[in-house]
């Protein structure tokens, strides 16, 4: 069940040893009109620098940590995640995660069904 307040997503973060883990997290979503003639909505903030999108056919990877602290937006395709600690994940469109894993052995990707995988890449800050 969706809660109207709260937005939830995944955290991927370094372990000591230099693995890494999936961690649940949220943040607060704060009901407000968005533009005139709309509904109120809830919004929230992603701190955040610049977005990148990525479009690839390909997106199966080796073990590697990320190249910076961001959010990963899904908007095409299906991948799974698997942190050095043996747990799996799969994101879909729409799924939030925040890749935290910068140092260490990292976590790799593998694409399921039919390329191409699209998301927004989002610079975090070490705050959020």
Same mark, same amino acid.
């Given at each position: 069940?969706?809660?109207?307040? $709260?937005? %939830?997503?995944?955290? $991927?973060? *370094?372990?000591?040893?230099?693995?890494?883990?999936?961690?649940?997290? @949220? *943040? @607060? !979503?704060?009901?407000? +009109?968005?533009?005139?003639?709309?509904? =109120?909505?809830?919004?929230?903030? #992603? =701190?955040?620098?610049?977005?990148?999108?990525?479009?690839?056919?390909?997106?199966? @990877?080796? =073990?590697?940590?990320?190249?910076?602290?961001?959010?990963?937006?899904?908007?095409?395709? *299906? $991948?799974?995640?698997?942190?050095?600690?043996?747990?799996?994940?799969?994101?879909? +469109?729409?799924? #939030?995660?925040?890749?935290?894993? *910068?140092?260490? !052995?990292? %976590?790799?990707? !593998?694409?399921?069904? @039919?390329? +191409?995988?699209?998301?927004?890449?989002?610079?975090? +800050?070490?705050?959020?």
């Amino acid at each position: 069940m969706i809660e109207p307040n $709260i937005l %939830h997503y995944t955290r $991927i973060e *370094t372990v000591p040893g230099g693995g890494s883990k999936f961690a649940d997290d @949220s *943040t @607060s !979503l704060t009901v407000r +009109p968005v533009a005139v003639g709309t509904a =109120p909505m809830a919004t929230g903030e #992603l =701190p955040s620098a610049q977005a990148v999108f990525v479009r690839s056919g390909e997106f199966d @990877s080796t =073990p590697h940590p990320a190249p910076a602290r961001q959010w990963v937006v899904m908007i095409r395709g *299906t $991948i799974e995640v698997t942190t050095t600690a043996g747990e799996k994940r799969v994101f879909a +469109p729409g799924d #939030l995660l925040l890749v935290s894993d *910068t140092e260490g !052995l990292g %976590h790799s990707t !593998l694409a399921l069904g @039919s390329p +191409p995988f699209e998301a927004l890449f989002l610079p975090a +800050p070490d705050h959020a």
